[in-house]
């Protein structure tokens, strides 16, 4: 079934103008929209303003005559300034809800040819907000000397992606946001750049929050900085960018810093301190390792980001701050939630648009690129072009690629490596000598590496459920999760016993470590195979 | 439903449709709306395809689908693909229904054109009908009624068929707002007929009709055609008519023995009388230079009722592309043989055979 035309139009006081014998010699756009040989207009929507209906009975009359197929419904507008904005828009608001219009049924056209100005403004509004549900009519005046003609009609779609021009105009803008948004390297992962095409349409179209997760080193800083310049550079903001990891400020110094004080708030605040969220007035806040926020700082915070208000340390008067959080973490929030350390509520507003960004073992076939682009980040900040002979360069890859480099800082890792092999590279150029140096380096710094301290629930969850870590008491949670830690670290039961009892059993002429973690396992449901990764 | 609707050949089972290509030559509108009357005529449904493909606007446009609408009222078909820009459209007729019927087209069709379509049926409907018409009556793209009156209907007469056609409104573009009657008896088989001689011209006739402006207009229109063809006062006219908007044509009626020609020039805003006079001028020149009875859109005409009629033959001065066309259509679904033989002196052969369908059997 096709779909009706109705076209929705405003009565034209002078265009639609015509009362003797010469009107139909004259141009009137809302009879010649009902005159096209390729369109029939099954409904006109048409309003009039209360002193023109007399010239409104013409037209209707008239469009009769050449359109029979057109019903013909009337509305006539009691305006008492036709100029005046807001009178006219509720009018046409009001008027929109009368019609019944049903997308699915109808096609509708908005005719923004005739009415004043103010009434084209008002149609265009509307259709742009979905009020009326179609799109614009625009009706152009015969080109001269051609007598009874009908001029041109054309459809103004204001969904944009229509246009295949405009449409890619905005493939290459969006392109240009990606690229950007990966700082220019050329990634091959697919995952990683899906997960950017998704960043950009959020940070282009969004000034909600943003939650970055992922491992330390994956990028999330240096992303959060990205989104910032992407959006300076679309005018969407103008402030700055202010960032903080929040593991940095713990205790009562976080207060202050982030919302700062007033002179006198405690002892040492001689002068008054702005903080972190009146800096980032308009701009974007990045907070890193968002989940070592003390409690007190996330209430606060949260109030806001709901209100753009907050209260400075010591201070009666409420500032103002309106700006976009993009917040970084490690951890599982959702675990911390459960573990009473973070606020739900805060998460809930925190965790509108979460991205996890990958480890660079995640994505190795982007490992090549970004050697490309720290090279350049080298000679950038040094001055000194830096190269690989051919040889080395090869050595690296492979190495990187190999499933045993497990890249524990990520990115830092490499930015690291780089720095390191082309601080020591004579000349410039990176050799063999220099990989091999440093392939040894990185190695030493993998096999050292454990999980960081601090990430007590992260350990857990490698173990037991989250309704299992519910369970526990804080008291025990630390020491499980260092048993835990130490398990995973050794290849027996008995290793793992001996290195956890390791001085108290050399006050013991006989001991059974192994027996002891056994039991002490035991106390919360565990054995070594559960604890243990090669377990079966 | 009235059961003395049938057309002549039962409907049997149900047909393959003709599958009728619309994009061949300039007749996109004239090969539908022969299509509709054909297929109305014989029962058999037909797909036409590629809709006016070669246009700068392909597919039906809206006077079009007036006539796709009008066909359907008539046959009761189930049609798919009529709607705006539609390059494709199925028409398949259950019957023919006589009865009243009431067109109204705007200015987007022309009457004339409708008629066209829905007569031929309503010919072989087994009752007779009246049909009003609503819509432009005087278009510059479509036979004026009075070629229709005075030029079109007196040779169907001939042929056997008792038809009254009346003007009650004129509707000139863009207002339109015309209205014709037309009422019609049904006839078993139409009668063959000659027309291959006009013989003597016993009449000359020149007038203009206005509507909505000055009267001299139309005085300067007929004094050109008076002057040129030497016309008493008694033969000339200018006649001021009732109509939703302005508009202005000049009529040269020629009346001959066996035939009646109606040439027309028509009146548009910044052209001035002199030319409108001269149009209808140009085409009764032509039309005098040769000695063929049947005029260039009279030859269109004619070829669906002589087709129908199973034989017959007429003298014809031109043959355009459209008429190969249309031969093309009606060859399609009648078993007629129809063939034009250009080298006669006095114009153009139209000869009309059944085709013998025992050789082929």
Not at chain 1, 132 to 153: D, F, H, I, T, Y
Not at chain 1, 373 to 391: K, V
Not at chain 2, 199 to 226: F, T, W, Y
Not at chain 2, 240 to 261: K, M, Y
Request: net charge negative; charged share 25%.
């Amino acid at each position: 079934m096709d779909k009706k035309t109705v076209i929705v139009a405003v009565l034209g006081s002078q265009l639609d103008q015509g009362r003797g014998d010469g009107r139909w010699a004259r141009w009137r756009p809302t009879v010649a929209i009902c005159q096209h040989e390729d369109m029939i207009v099954d409904r006109l929507e048409l309003a009039v303003q209360a002193e023109y209906t007399e010239l409104a009975e013409i037209v209707v009359d008239d469009i009769r005559a050449v359109s029979p197929e057109t019903e013909i419904r009337v509305h006539v507008l009691e305006q008492e300034d036709p100029w005046d904005f807001e009178e006219v828009y509720a009018g046409f608001h009001e008027w929109s809800a009368t019609m019944d219009l049903d997308p699915g049924r109808d096609d509708v056209l908005v005719s923004i040819t005739t009415g004043t100005h103010v009434a084209q403004i008002c149609l265009f509004l509307l259709t742009e907000s979905r009020h009326l549900p179609g799109r614009l009519l625009q009706c152009s005046p015969p080109r001269k000397r051609v007598p009874n003609a009908l001029g041109e009609l054309s459809i103004i779609d204001l969904d944009l992606s229509r246009y295949d021009r405009i449409a890619s105009r905005f493939v290459r803008e969006q392109e240009q946001g990606l690229e950007f948004l990966k700082s220019g390297i050329q990634t091959k992962s697919d995952s990683f750049n899906n997960l950017i095409e998704r960043i950009e349409q959020v940070a282009v179209r969004s000034r909600d929050p943003m939650l970055l997760t992922g491992p330390t080193g994956a990028g999330k800083s240096q992303l959060a900085r990205r989104v910032y310049e992407l959006k300076i550079a679309r005018h969407q903001i103008a402030g700055k960018f202010v960032e903080i990891n929040c593991a940095t400020i713990r205790g009562d110094a976080a207060m202050s810093a982030l919302f700062g004080h007033v002179s006198g708030a405690f002892t040492g605040a001689a002068r008054d301190r702005a903080g972190l969220l009146r800096a980032a007035d308009g701009g974007v806040l990045f907070l890193d390792e968002i989940g070592e926020l003390g409690l007190d700082e996330q209430a606060m915070l949260l109030r806001a980001i709901e209100e753009k208000r907050f209260l400075p340390v010591g201070s009666d008067n409420e500032e103002a701050s309106d700006f976009q959080l993009i917040a970084g973490t490690n951890l599982d929030l959702n675990l911390a939630v459960r573990c009473g350390e973070f606020r739900e509520d805060l998460l809930a507003r925190i965790n509108l648009w979460t991205f996890r960004l990958l480890s660079l073992a995640e994505r190795r076939e982007d490992i090549e690129p970004n050697v490309d682009y720290e090279l350049d980040q080298f000679a950038r900040r040094t001055g000194r072009r830096l190269s690989f002979n051919r040889e080395a360069r090869d050595h690296f890859l492979q190495f990187a690629a190999r499933r045993s480099s497990t890249w524990n800082g990520n990115f830092r890792d490499l930015n690291a490596a780089i720095v390191r092999m082309g601080t020591l590279a004579s000349g410039g150029r990176v050799g063999a000598t220099e990989v091999r140096e440093e392939i040894t380096r990185l190695r030493d710094s993998w096999s050292g590496g454990q999980p960081v301290a601090g990430d007590t629930v992260a350990v857990l969850a490698t173990v037991l459920s989250a309704e299992e870590i519910d369970e526990l008491d804080r008291f025990d949670r630390s020491q499980l999760a260092d048993v835990i830690r130490v398990c995973q670290a050794n290849g027996s039961l008995s290793a793992a016993g001996r290195e956890l009892f390791s001085v108290s059993r050399l006050r013991k002429r006989s001991s059974n470590d192994a027996d002891r973690l056994r039991k002490y396992l035991a106390r919360f449901g565990l054995d070594w195979s559960r604890v243990h990764p090669a377990g079966p | 439903m009235n059961d003395a609707a049938l057309p002549d050949e039962e409907i049997g089972e149900p047909d393959e449709p003709l599958v009728i290509d619309g994009s061949s030559g300039e007749g996109g509108g004239q090969i539908l709306r022969s299509s509709l009357a054909l297929s109305l005529v014989t029962g058999k449904p037909f797909r036409i395809e590629r809709i006016r493909s070669k246009r700068s606007r392909p597919g039906l446009l809206r006077q079009h689908l007036t006539a796709v609408r009008a066909a359907t009222e008539i046959g009761l078909a189930t049609v798919t693909g009529d709607s705006l820009g539609s390059t494709e459209l199925s028409f398949a007729p259950t019957t023919i229904e006589p009865g009243d019927y009431h067109f109204s087209i705007g200015t987007a069709g022309s009457t004339t054109l409708v008629l066209q379509t829905i007569l031929p049926p309503l010919l072989r409907a087994g009752k007779p009908s009246r049909v009003v018409i609503e819509g432009g009556t005087h278009n510059a793209s479509a036979p004026p009624f009075e070629f229709i009156s005075k030029s079109f209907l007196p040779v169907l007469r001939q042929m056997g068929v008792t038809i009254e056609a009346t003007l009650v409104r004129p509707g000139f573009y863009p207002a339109g707002g015309g209205r014709i009657e037309v009422t019609l008896e049904p006839l078993e088989e139409l009668r063959p007929i000659r027309l291959v001689d006009r013989g003597e011209i016993v009449n000359k006739r020149v007038r203009a009709v206005i509507s909505q402006l000055s009267p001299n207009i139309g005085h300067r229109e007929v004094d050109l055609l008076k002057r040129q063809f030497s016309l008493p006062r008694s033969a000339v006219g200018v006649e001021v008519v009732e109509s939703t908007g302005p508009g202005n044509v000049a009529f040269i009626e020629l009346e001959c023995e066996h035939v009646t020609e109606v040439f027309t020039g028509f009146g548009m805003v910044g052209k001035p009388a002199e030319s409108v006079a001269r149009e209808a001028l140009r085409g009764a020149r032509r039309y005098l230079k040769s000695s063929a009875p049947v005029g260039e859109y009279l030859t269109d005409q004619l070829l669906i009722p002589f087709a129908m009629a199973g034989s017959g033959e007429y003298m014809a001065t031109t043959v355009s592309p459209h008429t190969e066309t249309n031969i093309d259509v009606i060859q399609r679904f009648l078993d007629v043989e129809i063939e034009v033989d250009r080298a006669g002196q006095h114009g153009n052969r139209f000869t009309f055979r059944r085709s013998n369908s025992e050789e082929t059997s």
